[in-house]
């Protein structure tokens, strides 16, 4: 068994690095250690994909949009923004997506073994008792956001113990009744700074947030005072709120909550932080449905229809690579060869204190192809918010069209290399 190119990881650049590969007529494998692809968009139930100058301009974009569209799973919202969709109709799309580009996939397979010949990887062995062969490819991706294939070959990393950014766990609410919750916000947030609502394909979608952070007039802060005075919430609940409605799901809301916020922060890649962050996520989310049903209209017969399976990482272990892009670059707007994605989305780093969060705006700026490349091993590719890239320029790199973009640049770079070969 022999593949060009071997995907560890399913998730948001791993699919659209994998489609692209399998469309450009290279034999592709995905090894994923979920049931299902799509990564932090499915199994942490992040929706909708960010708004960027580069939006929708990967092919791999346009043709999930498109069949997304078609099962009705996805939505313009008012801003122009094409990324609103549905975590579960995109499980079932990307598998017929990637069925069409014969991309092979194991699903519930992590990598075991591998053999490398100096600075080059050879073949892979993944934990099945049927499947206990080694793998050849000529290719390595590690699209698994925290660097974990490269960590099992001792790849040198950029993240140092202070480069951390507090973690969410996500969760959906049904039940609601969205039109009498968004003639409600529209008319008490009269300042309208973060909340919008439409009727798009006859259904309500909408958005609204709430911070601890003082920057702005936070029409819900009355009852998340109150709510933390009469022991509803905690305090650290109201550290950030923000929902999202999702397309056809039209009595459901995606709430980008809880922020868990520790002090020290959580180290992600530590499975004992990792766990009490679950465990504490959950807690959290039971006060805030709690609250939700108490203190906001339209959620009388709401309830908890979804928790993320896995806790939404923003920032973990970054890999060393060719190039190491730096927030110098980003706020010079520094020009490449061969860059791999354009975007203009700020730097958008979560803080675990008040007032310290930052969303640093800039123009447009691109990302070079050698920052998806490893300084260790020839023929091994970082893709995601895992690439090499200094803390601050991750933070705003690491978005779903940007990882789409990683994904489908190193696929067309490693297909532009095997046709040369040939
Ligand atoms: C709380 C939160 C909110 C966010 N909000 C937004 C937003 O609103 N809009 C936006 O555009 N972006 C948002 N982002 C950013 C964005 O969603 C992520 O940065 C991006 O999806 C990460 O993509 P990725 O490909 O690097 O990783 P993932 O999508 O997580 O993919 C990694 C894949 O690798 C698999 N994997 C991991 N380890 C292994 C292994 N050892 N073997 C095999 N498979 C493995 C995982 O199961 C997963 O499928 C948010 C992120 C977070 C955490």
Redesign the pocket.
Request: glycine share 20%; aromatic share 6%; net charge positive.
């Given at each position: 068994m022999k593949y060009d190119v071997i995907v560890?990881?399913?998730?948001?650049?791993?699919?659209a690095c994998a489609y692209t590969l399998g469309k450009l007529g290279l034999k592709t494998l995905i090894?994923?250690?979920?049931s299902y692809?799509?990564?932090?968009?499915?199994?942490?139930l992040?929706?909708?994909?960010?708004n960027t100058v580069s939006g929708d301009n990967t092919d791999f974009y346009k043709k999930l949009i498109k069949k997304l569209a078609s099962i009705g799973g996805q939505v313009t919202y008012t801003d122009g923004n094409k990324?609103w969709f549905n975590p579960e109709l995109l499980k079932i799309i990307l598998d017929e997506m990637m069925s069409k580009a014969k991309v092979d996939i194991l699903f519930d397979?992590?990598?075991e073994d591998v053999i490398c010949d100096k600075n080059h990887i050879k073949s892979v062995k993944i934990n099945s008792e049927i499947l206990s062969v080694y793998i050849e490819t000529s290719n390595i991706i590690d699209?698994?956001?925290?660097c974990?294939?490269s960590k099992k070959i001792n790849c040198n990393f950029l993240n140092k113990n202070d480069e951390y950014q507090p973690?969410?766990l996500?969760f959906i609410m049904s039940g609601i009744n969205l039109r009498k919750f968004s003639d409600w916000i529209m008319e008490f947030d009269k300042d309208r700074n973060v909340t919008t609502s439409a009727e798009i394909d006859g259904q309500i979608h909408l958005s609204t947030a709430y911070t601890w952070d003082t920057d702005k007039n936070w029409a819900l802060r009355p009852f998340f005072e109150d709510a933390v005075k009469k022991k509803v919430l905690k305090y650290k609940d109201t550290s950030y709120f923000q929902v999202?409605t999702i397309p056809g799901m039209p009595d459901s809301l995606a709430f980008?909550t809880p922020?868990i916020v520790c002090e020290p922060e959580i180290n992600p890649l530590d499975p004992v932080q990792r766990s009490k962050a679950l465990q504490s996520g959950r807690q959290s989310i039971l006060r805030i449905a709690n609250f939700c049903k108490m203190y906001l209209l339209g959620f009388e017969n709401a309830y908890i229809s979804s928790i993320a399976n896995?806790?939404?990482?923003?920032v973990s272990r970054r890999i060393k690579g060719k190039y190491v892009y730096t927030i110098e670059d980003l706020r010079n707007g520094k020009k490449f060869e061969h860059p791999c994605l354009v975007s203009d989305?700020p730097v958008d780093i979560h803080s675990n204190k008040k007032n310290t969060s930052v969303l640093e705006k800039h123009s447009a700026y691109s990302l070079p192809i050698e920052s998806l490349m490893s300084a260790d091993y020839d023929n091994l590719y970082v893709?995601?918010?895992?690439i090499s890239a200094d803390f601050e320029a991750q933070a705003a790199l690491?978005?779903?069209?940007?990882?789409f973009s990683m994904?489908e640049g190193i696929a067309k770079y490693i297909a532009s290399q095997t046709n040369l070969k040939k």
């Open positions: 560890v990881g399913g998730g948001t650049a791993g699919c090894i994923e250690k979920n692809l799509g990564g932090t968009m499915t199994a942490g992040v929706t909708p994909a960010m990324g397979s992590v990598v699209a698994t956001g925290d974990d294939f973690n969410n996500r999202f980008n922020r896995s806790l939404g990482v923003r989305y893709i995601g918010r895992c690491r978005i779903i069209p940007s990882c994904g």
